[in-house]
């Protein structure tokens, strides 16, 4: 079961449920889906979980659509519009994302620690929300890292790129003069060669650190996955556990009506002789 199916009848166990949320989802840029909590008529401690899930689902929100924002900006990198000014947009955008990230780590931490005094059904049920919202955050935050790591790559393209018409510049103007090299231009030509160089190994650093961080992304998904496995497991085992209490129960009540059944048997048996 999905975590867009939590409250769709005819989904898990046959149970009476007391809290229900339905959860819509958007798409993000990445293709992938992100729940969307909203907040139905609950009671006692669950009702501070579900309006708590909930402002973490609209912050969610909020992030992906700033990074949304920040992707459209990455596209002017290199054109007319970039300069100063662009510079200092793409870093107050940068800033609100990075501020809404931390409000949202600090909101999904706020939310764990209160799984503590829930009862064990509200605890599995919060736990669950708990993870989707959680991948659902991370999924953005891989799109917003991978962002800046392009944006750097551009801007580093853009930059060769300038140099590059500087140098060529700089050798059509040689041509036309007729003159020689003078020995500070011979300097500032192996200068710019050595900056295309450095620019080489750092596109190719950039490229094996966004492997890694991809590969690194990968694995948390299933270390999530895996977790998420075991606390269904858990559930299943904390309720063989409760039928074998049950049994055991039982089994002790029937032993003593036996054990009467015996006695009273014993005395009539001693009346008749």
């Known amino acids: 079961m999905s975590f867009q199916d939590v409250g769709k009848p005819g989904s898990g166990p046959k149970r009476a449920p007391r809290h229900q949320a339905q959860l819509p989802t958007i798409r993000d840029s990445s293709g992938g889906d992100i729940a969307y909590m909203q907040q139905e008529g609950t009671n006692g401690n669950n009702q501070n979980s579900v309006s708590g899930y909930a402002q973490v689902s609209d912050g969610i929100l909020q992030y992906q659509r700033n990074v949304g924002l920040l992707e459209k900006m990455t596209k002017k990198i290199g054109s007319r519009e970039d300069g100063a000014v662009f510079d200092t947009q793409y870093k107050l955008q940068v800033d609100v994302i990075n501020q809404l990230g931390q409000k949202i780590e600090r909101q999904l931490r706020t939310q764990e620690n209160a799984m503590v005094s ?149 005395e009539s048996a001693c009346v008749i002789s």
Do not use: C, P, W
């Open 118 to 266: 829930m009862s064990r059904s509200e605890a599995t049920r919060s736990r669950a929300t708990h993870m989707k919202l959680t991948k659902d955050f991370r999924r953005v935050e891989a799109t917003f890292k991978n962002l800046q790591l392009e944006v750097r790559r551009k801007k580093a393209v853009a930059d060769a790129a300038q140099r590059e018409r500087e140098e060529e510049e700089h050798r059509r103007l040689q041509e036309e003069g007729g003159a020689g090299q003078t020995e500070s231009e011979r300097r500032m030509q192996m200068q710019l060669q050595q900056d295309r160089l450095n620019e080489e190994i750092m596109r190719e650093r950039e490229a094996e650190i966004r492997n890694i961080n991809q590969g690194m992304h990968q694995v948390n998904e299933i270390y999530k996955d895996l977790a998420h496995i075991v606390g269904e497991q858990q559930e299943q085992i904390d309720t063989i556990e409760t039928q074998m209490d049950d049994a055991n129960a039982t089994a002790d009540r029937g032993l003593k009506q036996i054990e009467k059944a015996n006695d009273k048997s014993s």
